[in-house]
């Protein structure tokens, strides 16, 4: 009879000790010698991980009062302005915001070298940020002027919140123009002498478990070296399938999750300010999920290799920005990781954006965590929309 | 006999010195420069290549006139800590100093094949290749 576990049966055994826990780099291996009922049979838990630029990503700093009180109209830290718009303390710093001295893109192409992503990473190192704040001054909040040094542990609460991370599949950028192009996707040369791409391919958590039959509100996961969870599906979240001209699937595309943790716990080395140049600040995020092999369907889908999953290259000159929707094909991860790439007949040298060496440490990390009962599975509340949830996107 | 790849460093009051018109004239070397920052109101760095017979002489003379000089052997490095072995300066170096080493996926720095364009200074987002004199 074909396995099948449930959640509480798994957190059982990691309780005991017991877990058969790997990674999905391993899981891929043992499939392809053993098959898919031996697999789900022996494993218990498939570990993921991902470490790349993730723009939509900030953290909740609720900062504490100063005496006499000041109601925070305006914050900076280290010249990063932050969003105060929520109580008279708390503030969010994003990712990508900039300091308002930065010359942008004025001297293009842009350097972006200090963000609210190097913020956050400079918090979590225990280095002390500049706290620059006014405010307008009310009957019960005086003040309207204060400037400080903080530091994480003097704050009272960073909640790291992203509303958009771990995108399930991305695109791999070109750039076919006669000159040089400077994008979210790093530095694209022209006449498409290069091509990036930026999942972890068969390491990726969202490509491993596509019809989200595990994940959801409540999943624990690795984020950022500490413990978090999926809060929500993420922005932008479009879990369909890309099709092929006879209107197969080709690969899973573009689901995201929203990701909630204890910033206090995190580590500067798995979340690193990213300096995008001519396009922007960012932040890297470390994120891995345990995929808990529920059944044979749950393992076919995490045993997925990087020959088995593809992306769809995108001219990053003309199509994207244009928002034209053509691609010029697809291409498998294995592919992709080999270092080139073949385009209409043409050889390009490819290059990843985020890291394999550190997705790989995450899944590897995750594994002993769970390997040692010190990280149990969160059972979803309610697993996220699927492909079959008719989700499409609207465009203004 | 190969050039010698030095850096020198001298102060805002030396810029306006013909230095190296009195290596070529006076001490007969060839001078290639990679490199030059010259400006009257700060400390001036230049890098260059020199050969010829007279080479040690030439650098005694620069050092007697008060320049810094400092023989270089690697200008660009990887910093470990900071690089997080994504791999996007490796298509951008144009020599192959930076390359991906697989299966593990590890950015490597061959120092030896560095052109020292700085290129990658820029392009790696987390500024993790440094110049260093």
Not at chain 1, 234 to 261: R, W, Y
């Amino acid at each position: 009879m074909a396995t099948e576990r449930t959640f509480r049966e798994i957190n059982e055994r990691i309780k005991q000790g017991k877990a058969v826990v790997i990674t999905a780099e391993e899981l891929v291996t043992m499939v392809r010698k053993k098959g898919v009922s031996y697999a789900t049979s022996e494993v218990d838990v498939v570990t993921t991980g991902t470490f790349g630029p993730m723009c939509s990503s900030g953290a909740f700093l609720s900062l504490g009062h100063s005496k006499p009180r000041i109601k925070m109209h305006k914050v900076w830290l280290n010249g990063v302005p932050a969003y105060t718009g929520i109580a008279a303390v708390d503030a969010f710093i994003g990712a990508t915001e900039v300091r308002e001295d930065d010359p942008l893109n004025s001297d293009h192409p842009g350097e972006f070298r200090y963000g609210g992503g190097h913020v956050i990473q400079d918090l979590v190192a225990g280095k002390k940020i500049n706290l620059r704040t006014t405010g307008y001054g009310t009957d019960c909040y005086p003040r309207r002027e204060f400037e400080t040094q903080i530091a994480l542990d003097d704050i009272n609460e960073a909640i790291l919140f992203n509303p958009r991370n771990a995108y399930q599949n991305y695109s791999c950028a070109v750039n076919p123009s006669s000159k040089t192009i400077y994008t979210y996707m790093g530095v694209l040369k022209s006449n498409m002498q290069n091509a990036h791409y930026s999942t972890s391919g068969q390491l990726s958590p969202l490509l491993k478990d596509p019809w989200f039959k595990t994940i959801g509100i409540g999943t624990r996961i690795f984020l950022g070296g500490g413990v978090g969870y999926v809060a929500w599906n993420g922005t932008q979240h479009f879990p369909s399938f890309m099709k092929d001209e006879g209107g197969q699937d080709i690969s899973p595309s573009g689901a995201t999750l929203s990701v909630i943790g204890d910033l206090k716990k995190m580590s500067p080395r798995w979340l690193a300010g990213a300096s995008m140049l001519g396009y922007g600040a960012s932040l890297s995020v470390g994120l891995g999920i345990p995929i808990p092999i529920l059944n044979e369907d749950v393992c076919r889908f995490a045993a997925a290799g990087d020959d088995e999953l593809f992306a769809p290259i995108v001219d990053y000159s003309q199509a994207f920005p244009e928002r034209e929707p053509d691609n010029l094909g697809h291409v498998s991860y294995a592919e992709l990781k080999s270092g080139t790439i073949k385009i209409n007949g043409r050889e390009v040298t490819t290059a990843p954006m985020s890291s394999y060496p550190r997705a790989k440490e995450i899944a590897g990390l995750l594994k002993t965590w769970i390997q040692k009962g010190e990280f149990l599975l969160g059972e979803p509340v309610e697993l996220l929309p699927n492909a079959n949830a008719g989700i499409s996107a609207h465009v203004l | 006999m190969a050039p010698k790849k030095v850096v020198l460093r001298f102060s805002a009051d030396k810029a306006d010195q013909p230095m190296i018109y009195k290596l070529v004239k006076d001490y007969d070397l060839v001078i290639n420069i990679l490199k030059a920052n010259v400006n009257p109101q700060k400390e001036g760095t230049m890098v260059m290549d020199i050969s010829g017979e007279k080479t040690e002489a030439g650098i005694e003379y620069l050092k007697s006139v008060g320049v810094g000089v400092q023989s270089l052997t690697e200008e660009i490095i990887q910093n470990e800590d900071k690089c997080v072995s994504c791999g996007s300066c490796t298509a951008i170096c144009p020599t192959g100093a930076l390359y991906i080493e697989r299966p593990d996926m590890t950015v490597r720095f061959d120092s030896d094949r560095c052109v020292v364009c700085h290129l990658c200074l820029k392009a790696c987002p987390m500024r993790a290749m440094e110049v260093r004199f």
